[in-house]
């Protein structure tokens, strides 16, 4: 049995080598690289959310760790 | 040779330019950002001290203040100019007369250098010898003062820019108007749509890429706007019109605290890439959506 290929299909398929993206719970369909953008945003907004209102009563060491512990979240799951 | 090694090597000068412009700058001033330097104080050398200087920054009331007056100067010059830009478009593309020396006319201040626009506009609104008090005071009895008066000194720098960078505006809108096919627009008039349904269903989305490109480019500019605003009010009276670019000019030159300069200009591109992402979510974020339905 001949089988046929679409040469464009093909071809298309060898040259787009974009990253997969996908929906997660962000709001929009992001890549691996948006949702670290996304992380490392959120990681200086809480580091600095922290510094102004909470650091006085807990150490910023507890706010690394929950930064961290959100980049790697929205990397998985965003 | 492999067509993607062709595409590496071609694209490296720009990388090469990019890495050494860009990057490199951004990864020494990110270094300089946490260390106290003051190369003309007292301690001279520069040490490492941690995230103090975001510290700091976080409880300045002054920088916070910029901060507040740069947004709001940002969206009134952004949103007035896109309007404006949009309006000004429509109009280039009817048929009237003169309408190529009205065009050209009307892009002579994209050519005048930001420094110049500033040193016309204080000429323009001086108390005494510039024409804007003059006319003010002869035809509505008001006495406009920028040296004294807070809001028409905010006023009057969202206004210089809006003359200084509409023109950009009007050019993009323009390009990507006249790039529109015709018969959409034909089909929608056959159908019996009105000008509004046409703007809002048709004209609009078609449009997008355009108007999100040009927000971009005006917010990141609006963000950073010094000179202008140093030549008419030197940021002044008080702190009415002193916005980040100037508070940042203020803390690295006067004062010369390159650390804590460092790390509010961190901070600002921070503020800028997170406006933008937002304003790209925004926009883009409802289409997907309708895509996906």
Redesign the interface.
């Known amino acids: 049995m001949e089988h046929h290929v679409d040469p464009d299909t093909a071809e298309d398929r060898q040259t787009d080598q974009r990253p997969v993206r996908r929906t997660g719970f962000l ?3 992001t890549n691996w690289f948006d949702r670290l ?2 992380g490392i ?1 959120l990681f ?2 809480l ?2 959310f922290w ?2 209102f909470l ?1 006085q009563s807990i150490p ?1 060491t507890v706010c690394h760790v929950l930064a961290i512990a959100l980049g790697v979240l929205i990397v998985w799951r965003g | 040779m492999r067509s993607n090694t062709v595409g590496w090597l071609m694209l490296a000068p720009t990388i090469a330019i990019l890495a050494v412009f860009g990057i490199a700058p951004f990864i020494y001033v990110l270094y300089v950002a946490f260390h106290h330097w003051n190369p003309f104080g007292a301690d001279p050398l520069m040490t490492y001290n941690g995230a103090n200087n975001f510290r700091r920054l976080v409880f300045d009331r002054e920088f916070l203040l910029s901060i507040a007056v740069t947004i709001k100067f940002a969206f009134f010059a952004v949103v007035s100019e896109i309007i404006l830009g949009y309006l000004l478009a429509q109009l280039f593309m009817r048929e009237f007369p003169g309408r190529g020396l009205f065009r050209t006319v009307h892009t002579l201040p994209l050519i005048v250098a930001p420094i110049v626009v500033g040193s016309v506009w204080r000429l323009m609104t001086t108390p005494s010898i510039g024409i804007i008090p003059y006319l003010l005071k002869t035809w509505f009895g008001y006495d406009l003062n920028i040296g004294r008066d807070a809001g028409a000194a905010f006023l009057l720098t969202v206004i210089m820019d809006i003359w200084h960078w509409t023109p950009l505006v009007t050019l993009t809108l323009l390009a990507a108007l006249l790039s529109l096919p015709k018969e959409p627009f034909e089909q929608a008039q056959i159908d019996g749509a009105n000008r509004w349904q046409i703007f809002w269903h048709i004209t609009l989305p078609m449009i997008r890429p355009a108007i999100l490109a040009t927000v971009f480019i005006r917010l990141m500019d609006a963000l950073r706007t010094v000179d202008e605003v140093w030549m008419l009010t030197s940021g002044g009276p008080g702190a009415a019109t002193r916005y980040v670019g100037l508070h940042i000019w203020k803390i690295v030159f006067p004062k010369t605290d390159y650390g804590y300069g460092a790390a509010i200009s961190v901070i600002v591109l921070y503020l800028t890439l997170v406006m933008c992402w937002l304003l790209y979510v925004a926009l883009v974020a409802p289409r997907q959506k309708k895509e996906a339905e």
């Open positions: 709001p929009i369909r953008f996304v945003y200086v907004a580091e600095l510094m102004r650091e910023l």
